[in-house]
């Protein structure tokens, strides 16, 4: 038996199934929305299994030709705010990186705060687009905070962007002046798979700020 809805449904008041085969497809589902799905064995009327939960979110709709050019200054964003189409992380478990930082503004109040050490990286993934990868560029700044690390920046594309195992590297760049925007646009012309995803990442191996 199969049982789902938005999250934080009412057990019996979801769309219920009965499944008898080893996997199942929920159709139907609203984009950008959590769900809760509730899973039980059943071999006879008084012989069932304990209830299993799961929950999940189904993906964004891949951004139309019309949204092009794509421009974000990031201004009204925060950690709880920011467009859930974008996604960021980080493989250091006691950080929120990237963060969005009032201290650097580039085109207005904030900008991105990318970290890296010699362990970790963090990472911010676009949306997907409608429009194949490789007719798209990507055009961002870099503010070099000291003169004792490196400010690497690798752009690449991801068919995941929850996996960063998935991340295909299409150029690497760094700031070299110190307080300084750096402005580079990157095409993407060379990218030859099938991700959806730009991202850029500030790679583990070295601290960067």
Not at 97 to 112: A, E, I, L, M, R
Request: charge should be negative.
């Amino acid at each position: 038996i199969v049982e789902y809805g938005s999250a934080g449904f009412t057990r019996g008041t979801g769309t219920t199934t009965v499944v008898n085969d080893t996997s199942y497809q929920l159709n139907g589902l609203t984009t950008l929305t959590s769900y809760d799905v509730y899973v039980r064995a059943v071999c006879g009327a008084n012989d069932s299994s304990s209830v299993k939960k799961l929950t999940f979110r189904t993906n964004c709709v891949p951004l139309a030709d019309s949204t092009l050019p794509l421009f974000e200054s990031f201004d009204t964003w925060t950690t709880t705010t920011m467009d859930q189409c974008w996604l960021r992380g980080t493989s250091d478990g006691s950080t929120t990186y990237p963060s969005f930082s009032t201290s650097y503004g580039h085109t207005g109040s904030k900008s991105v705060y990318m970290y890296s050490s010699n362990t970790s990286y963090s990472i911010l993934s676009l949306p997907s687009f409608t429009t194949p990868i490789d007719s798209l560029q990507i055009s961002f700044g870099l503010y070099k905070t000291n003169t004792s690390y490196t400010h690497e920046i690798h752009v690449g594309v991801m068919t995941d962007p929850n996996d960063i195992s998935t991340f295909v590297p299409i150029d690497t760049v760094a700031a070299s002046t110190l307080s300084n925007w750096e402005m580079f646009e990157i095409p993407l012309s060379s990218y030859t798979g099938t991700g959806g995803h730009i991202a850029l990442v500030s790679p583990n191996g070295a601290y960067s700020y």
